[in-house]
């Protein structure tokens, strides 16, 4: 698996290597604030520069096909990504109306404080996947889903030194938290580990995230800020799921 934390600049910088499809840039026109459109881009592109690595391809052939539980394949929702054909003067071709060949890896992404968490992984089937759940099925058969599950979140600290919300954390993260040294440290990395988990396992917040404790679940685990690279006054949290 492929992990990386990357600045995502600010209104004016070079945007990750890539090609933005016409729904991103509607989708960023329709954000004001010019910081949070610019890390919009640049997270997108930076997340399909990281499945390009993991795929070994152009970052230029790498499009988004999301799947949305209520809208199906398209721009939002869970990613995925398809592999459009490669020009004929070697370079890569403009978003294509139709998606091409369905890449075989998963991933995720979180942005937080001008950052995001990338994370993507081929999967170890033969199959071509859909990021929404479901079997693997043999190349050139009908792609009906992946049994493999991954999610990254990232927190600001600094976000829950207001206090810890009760609409997303149970009695006991609440608790616990609140007994902790830090506080506030400790809600967002309870916040971390459930956000992974829940894209992990591809529901998001459609439930209810205070039935989902992660304290103790091995398919959630801590990641080291220091390590991926990152300012003091964040937490990181990835999980791997298998789903049936």
Known sequence: MLLRAVPLGSPGSVLPAGVCTPGEHERAAAILEPVRRHGFLA???????????????DPRRVLPAYTCPDCGRGEHGAPGFVLSAPAHDGGA??????????????????????????????????????????EVTPRGAE???????????????????????????????????????????????????????????????????????????????????AALGLPPGFVAAVAQTRRR
């Open 43 to 57: 997270g997108r592109l930076a997340l399909r520069a990281l499945v390009a690595e993991a795929a070994g391809t």
């Open 93 to 134: 071709r403009p978003p294509l109306p139709t998606p091409g060949r369905l890449l075989p890896v998963v991933a995720s992404m979180s942005r937080a404080g001008g950052w995001a968490l990338l994370a993507a992984e081929v999967t170890p089937c033969g199959g071509e996947v859909t990021p929404c759940g479901g």
């Open 143 to 225: 792609v009906t889903g992946c049994a493999q599950g991954l999610g990254v979140d990232l927190a600001a600290v600094a976000d829950f030194r207001t206090g810890i919300p009760d609409a997303v954390f149970s009695a006991a993260e609440r608790r616990r938290a609140s007994e902790a040294a830090e506080p506030a440290r400790e809600a967002a990395r309870i916040w971390a580990r459930k956000e992974a988990l829940l894209k992990a396992v591809g529901s998001g917040l459609r439930g209810d995230p205070r039935s989902v404790e992660t304290l103790e679940d091995p398919r959630v685990r801590d990641l080291s800020p």
